[in-house]
């Protein structure tokens, strides 16, 4: 071997020698080192994500106590827990069921109330937020009792009542006048008293009862107004007494009083200022942001009320899973508790005054579509009225909030696809009737809607009639074909006609009616 060949050798060695190190190298150090830099990265990202929602949790928590102070006192004001470390353990909770029912009835007795009947219900643990499976956030304790006294007796209690340091209510009862004399029967009312699953919450042992001791620091939450008020005067104002405020008989528009009648209707007026959005939290058992609305003029809200979402659940939620096993198990089925994108303002008599359609769910709000626009309701702080009163969204605030600009632009994207002809709607083979217009709603899940006023052998009715509803599900307009030709279709909205071809949109053809003499050239019907 040359000294040339020797050093080319040399050289060659030396190239594989330092390619093989830095293979090694790359493979043993550079690129697991490359990886792990890239994945703190990551989880640096992800912490200081985290940390912003903390943050910002920390902010909502703090903006709800101020709503709410009474609500920064609940591990206080809750029944108290058990000894035992296991969730509100049966004899515990019949324990402190037994307590409250002596509370409230010494209470009762105090406020001159007579024959009383109690009838507690089972303790509710499926109403309650799930903070995980079988993993309510407090347990709901319910009593119902009927009884005899007079306006002053209860004032008395309702007053008495609400200045008892716990997390309790009256969700709903029924005042009859007697025949005789001034006294009163209380029908059904309703209480409910939480009993809280966190293990802040005092201790029985240690309360020595189930009324909290306020000591030191520790200051009673503030209750009813604190305005200063004498609630002693309602009984100046007895509704059951003429001169009181009653209710009045709807077209009695005269100076006498009409005592309360089952007739009586409400208007959105007399139910809208009462509707509030009373619950919002995030649900690790349905992974979604949950949200309640309250009506005191709705029964179904007293007794079952809704669980509200802003979108469909995700099929991993513990919830989508206990459903899917669910479907074998009827037991199971019947317990669950699904949330809906869908609330009816409903007054006494049952009437829907308003369709709610939840568009977002943010920790002190909900965005939601009534009658085509988009609104806000804040929590606790405002109520329907105020949320129906205030201005819409504008088109710019839907836009940087990512959400659709309402009835219009669903309108827009609503398309006649095409007009056709079909001999099985056609009796006469005539090809003068038989045509259907088919319509596309990209927005509603790209559905398709065949309309027609021929009937087919199979069809009980002709498919005149159709509802548009946008991505969310809530109902903009409904028409009804008319006439449906070769070259075109006509079609009632709210009992004026118009025309579209094969190709246009919804907005433009309901933009624009026909005309009094147009309609009746082409025999459409009056207008």
């Given at each position: 071997?040359?000294?040339?060949?020797?050093?080319?050798?040399?050289?060659?060695?030396?190239?594989?020698?330092?390619?093989?190190v830095?293979?090694?190298?790359?493979?043993?150090?550079?690129?697991?080192?490359?990886?792990?830099?890239?994945?703190?990265?990551?989880?640096?990202?992800?912490?200081?994500?985290?940390?912003?929602?903390?943050?910002?949790?920390?902010?909502?928590?703090?903006?709800?106590?101020e709503?709410?102070?009474?609500?920064?006192?609940?591990?206080?004001?809750?029944?108290?827990?058990?000894?035992?470390?296991?969730?509100?353990?049966?004899?515990?909770?019949?324990?402190?069921?037994?307590?409250?029912?002596?509370?409230?009835?010494?209470?009762?007795?105090?406020?001159?109330?007579?024959?009383?009947?109690?009838?507690?219900?089972?303790?509710?643990?499926?109403?309650?937020?799930?903070?995980?499976?079988?993993?309510?956030?407090?347990?709901?304790?319910?009593?119902?009792?009927?009884?005899?006294?007079?306006?002053?007796?209860?004032v008395?209690?309702?007053?008495?009542?609400?200045?008892l340091?716990?997390?309790?209510?009256?969700?709903?009862?029924?005042?009859?006048?007697q025949?005789?004399?001034?006294?009163?029967?209380?029908?059904?009312?309703?209480?409910?008293?939480?009993?809280?699953?966190?293990?802040?919450?005092?201790?029985?042992?240690?309360?020595?009862?189930?009324?909290?001791?306020?000591?030191?620091?520790?200051?009673?939450?503030?209750?009813?107004?604190?305005?200063?008020?004498?609630?002693?005067?309602?009984?100046?104002?007895?509704?059951?007494?003429?001169?009181?405020?009653?209710?009045?008989?709807?077209?009695?528009g005269?100076?006498?009083?009409?005592?309360?009648?089952?007739?009586?209707?409400?208007?959105?007026?007399?139910?809208?200022?009462?509707?509030?959005?009373?619950m919002?939290?995030?649900?690790?058992?349905?992974?979604?942001?949950?949200?309640?609305?309250?009506?005191?003029?709705?029964?179904?809200?007293?007794?079952?009320?809704?669980?509200?979402?802003?979108?469909?659940?995700?099929?991993?939620?513990?919830?989508?899973?206990?459903?899917?096993?669910a479907?074998?198990?009827?037991?199971?089925?019947?317990?669950l508790?699904?949330?809906?994108?869908?609330?009816?303002?409903?007054?006494?008599?049952?009437?829907?005054?308003?369709?709610?359609?939840?568009?977002?769910?943010?920790?002190?709000?909900?965005?939601?579509?009534?009658?085509g626009?988009?609104?806000?309701?804040?929590?606790?702080?405002?109520?329907?009225?105020?949320?129906?009163?205030?201005?819409?969204?504008?088109k710019e605030?839907?836009?940087?909030?990512?959400?659709?600009?309402?009835?219009?632009?669903?309108?827009?994207?609503?398309?006649?696809?095409?007009?056709?002809?079909?001999?099985?709607?056609?009796?006469?083979?005539?090809?003068?009737?038989?045509?259907?217009?088919?319509?596309?709603?990209?927005?509603?899940?790209?559905?398709?809607?065949?309309l027609?006023?021929?009937?087919?052998?199979?069809?009980?009715?002709?498919?005149?009639?159709?509802?548009?509803?946008?991505?969310?599900?809530?109902?903009?307009?409904?028409?009804?074909?008319?006439r449906?030709?070769?070259?075109?279709?006509?079609?009632?909205?709210?009992?004026?006609?118009?025309?579209?071809?094969?190709?246009?949109?919804?907005?433009?053809?309901?933009?624009?009616?026909?005309?009094?003499?147009?309609?009746?050239?082409?025999?459409?019907?009056?207008?």
């Amino acid at each position: 071997m040359t000294s040339r060949e020797r050093n080319l050798a040399a050289v060659l060695l030396a190239i594989v020698l330092f390619g093989g190190v830095f293979m090694l190298a790359k493979a043993v150090y550079l690129d697991p080192a490359a990886e792990l830099d890239k994945k703190l990265a990551q989880k640096r990202g992800e912490l200081s994500t985290r940390e912003a929602e903390i943050q910002q949790e920390a902010k909502y928590v703090n903006r709800i106590k101020e709503l709410s102070p009474r609500l920064a006192q609940w591990s206080k004001l809750s029944l108290p827990r058990g000894d035992s470390a296991s969730r509100a353990a049966e004899g515990h909770v019949g324990s402190v069921q037994n307590q409250y029912q002596k509370l409230i009835h010494d209470l009762l007795k105090k406020s001159q109330f007579e024959r009383l009947t109690f009838t507690p219900a089972k303790p509710d643990y499926r109403s309650a937020p799930q903070l995980g499976p079988n993993q309510p956030m407090y347990t709901v304790l319910s009593f119902s009792f009927d009884g005899e006294t007079n306006l002053k007796g209860v004032v008395d209690f309702i007053e008495g009542f609400y200045k008892l340091p716990l997390l309790h209510q009256i969700k709903s009862f029924t005042l009859e006048r007697q025949r005789t004399g001034d006294g009163l029967l209380v029908k059904n009312m309703h209480v409910e008293v939480l009993l809280v699953d966190d293990k802040s919450v005092e201790l029985i042992k240690k309360r020595g009862g189930i009324l909290p001791k306020f000591e030191g620091k520790d200051k009673p939450p503030v209750v009813l107004s604190p305005a200063g008020r004498n609630y002693q005067d309602i009984l100046e104002r007895d509704p059951f007494t003429p001169g009181g405020r009653v209710a009045r008989r709807p077209g009695n528009g005269g100076e006498e009083d009409g005592g309360p009648t089952e007739n009586f209707s409400e208007s959105k007026e007399d139910v809208f200022p009462f509707v509030r959005l009373s619950m919002i939290y995030y649900s690790a058992y349905y992974d979604a942001w949950i949200a309640q609305i309250f009506n005191p003029s709705s029964k179904e809200d007293f007794h079952k009320p809704l669980l509200l979402t802003d979108k469909p659940l995700p099929p991993g939620s513990p919830f989508m899973q206990e459903k899917k096993t669910a479907e074998k198990n009827k037991g199971l089925a019947e317990q669950l508790v699904e949330p809906t994108t869908r609330y009816q303002v409903k007054n006494r008599a049952k009437e829907v005054m308003l369709d709610i359609q939840i568009v977002r769910i943010e920790p002190l709000r909900i965005i939601f579509q009534a009658e085509g626009e988009l609104r806000v309701l804040p929590l606790r702080e405002s109520n329907l009225e105020a949320a129906m009163n205030e201005d819409p969204l504008s088109k710019e605030e839907i836009k940087k909030l990512g959400l659709t600009s309402g009835r219009d632009e669903t309108l827009k994207k609503v398309v006649l696809k095409e007009l056709k002809y079909r001999k099985d709607r056609d009796a006469d083979r005539k090809q003068v009737k038989g045509y259907e217009a088919i319509f596309v709603n990209p927005d509603n899940k790209d559905e398709k809607a065949v309309l027609a006023v021929d009937m087919l052998p199979e069809e009980f009715d002709a498919p005149e009639k159709w509802v548009v509803k946008d991505r969310l599900g809530a109902e903009l307009i409904t028409l009804q074909v008319v006439r449906v030709d070769k070259d075109a279709a006509y079609f009632k909205v709210d009992k004026k006609f118009h025309r579209i071809k094969a190709g246009e949109n919804l907005a433009a053809a309901t933009g624009k009616a026909l005309g009094d003499a147009e309609v009746k050239a082409l025999k459409l019907g009056e207008p």
